[in-house]
């Protein structure tokens, strides 16, 4: 039979408190890969357009920057109410495949209001992918906005006397 001595016991503890230390260690997050294309913050909100309809007004936004050696494929804005599933394009950018931005792009947008309903919030993203990409990823967004309500407008007959 072994006999176990102080120190051996010790030692199998010591032992054992690795083991355990080793397995019960909290994994790490999976590393996830950075988009290659950068823009700075997206400015908007919604105004009363009409009595009856609201609208979304885009400002223009921060240069899109592809990452060095990248080029720029193409760009998106999109609105989303709060609480729905599902985004509404807005805009849809794609470059000239012969030659595509490879620094700070600029965009002009060719409409600057587009439609919402009113008393309904919303955050506007844009998303944007260059070579490096596989798909669009979101490089700004603005902070949540509600659009006004819209009057109620009631229609009154004219009294027929007779």
């Known amino acids: 039979m072994i006999k176990l001595t102080r120190i051996g016991l010790l030692l199998l503890f010591l032992a054992a408190v690795v083991a355990v230390a080793v397995l019960w260690r909290p994994r790490s997050a999976p590393v996830v890969a950075a988009p290659n294309v950068f823009s700075g913050p997206v400015n908007g909100g919604c105004y009363l357009q009409t009595m009856t309809t609201c609208a979304i007004h885009v400002d223009n936004w921060q240069p899109i920057v592809p990452d060095a050696g990248q080029a720029l494929a193409g760009f998106q804005l999109a609105a989303q109410a709060s609480g729905a599933a599902s985004r509404t394009l807005l805009y849809d950018f794609r470059t000239d495949v012969s030659n595509p931005p490879t620094t700070g792009y600029t965009p002009s947008l060719v409409k600057r209001d587009f439609a919402a309903r009113c008393d309904t919030t919303y955050h506007l993203s844009l998303r944007a992918r260059d070579s490096g990409d596989a798909t669009f990823e979101e490089v700004g967004r603005t902070t949540e906005f509600t659009c006004?309500?819209?009057?109620?407008?009631?229609?009154?007959?004219?009294?027929?006397r007779k």
């Open 148 to 160: 006004p309500a819209a009057a109620i407008l009631y229609n009154f007959l004219p009294v027929i």
